[in-house]
């Protein structure tokens, strides 16, 4: 039943150990969500590799969305 919301900016901090940590949280049921998405790193490469269960996408970075088709697409 617990949740635990990590900003943006842990992701880019120490990448190996915040993957091996996130992944034990998830063996124990600790479930993740990535806060404010694309505040300034948007490491869209580090979201293939981490055990989250959800994103939540910073407004700056919605401002884009619906007019451009990249925002659009990384949304869905």
């Known amino acids: ?22 992944g034990a949280l998830r063996e124990l049921g600790v479930g993740l969500v990535i806060d404010d998405f694309g505040e300034g790193y ?6 293939r590799r981490l055990p989250i269960h959800g994103l ?15 925002d659009v697409a990384i949304c869905q």
């Open 42 to 47: 948007s490491a869209l490469n580090y979201l």
């Open 56 to 70: 939540k996408l910073s407004r700056s970075f919605l401002q884009g969305v619906p007019d451009n088709p990249s």
């Open 1 to 22: 039943a617990l949740e635990l919301e990590i900003t943006e900016r842990v992701l880019v901090e120490d990448a190996p150990d915040t993957i091996a940590t996130f």
